[in-house]
């Protein structure tokens, strides 16, 4: 049975950090691309980056230069390093897998990805 269990959301202060993390079992991690996605509540759930199995990363651009995309496969773990963080950086933030996405696609689409977490809570005060 495929898992994903997202941690390490909280509240912080704008400019403050925060790293999630994302346990996976039940999947051969390598094959996967593996993505961030958030929502707020009356909004779409939106990508925030994706890794591929080769390392290729897209970010969104409200978060490019800030958050941090990893992943360590030994371990079947995704992470996502959030710094300078705002007000609007907060969410429900989810973990998520896709087995295949098109060459030349948009990799942040939320129609790929099959398998979800149940999410993790991030939250940023001003």
């Known amino acids: 049975q495929v898992q994903l269990v997202e941690s390490g959301g909280g509240s912080v202060q704008a400019g403050g950090s925060l790293r999630l993390s994302c346990a996976t079992s039940?999947?051969?991690?390598?094959?996967?691309?593996m993505g961030w996605f958030r929502q707020v509540p009356g909004k779409e759930r939106e990508g925030v980056a994706v890794?591929?199995?080769?390392?290729?990363?897209r970010y969104a651009d409200s978060v490019k230069g800030r958050f941090t995309i990893s992943q360590d496969n030994a371990k079947n773990t995704l992470y996502l390093q959030m710094n300078s963080l705002k007000p609007e950086d907060t969410a429900l933030y989810f973990c998520?897998?896709?087995?295949?996405?098109?060459?030349?696609?948009?990799?942040?689409?939320?129609?790929?990805?099959?398998?979800w977490g149940q999410g993790t809570q991030v939250t940023v005060s001003s």
């Open positions: 890794i591929s199995s080769d390392g290729t990363v």
């Open positions: 039940g999947m051969t991690y390598r094959r996967y691309y």
């Open positions: 998520a897998a896709a087995s295949f996405i098109p060459s030349g696609a948009n990799m942040l689409e939320r129609r790929f990805f099959q398998r």
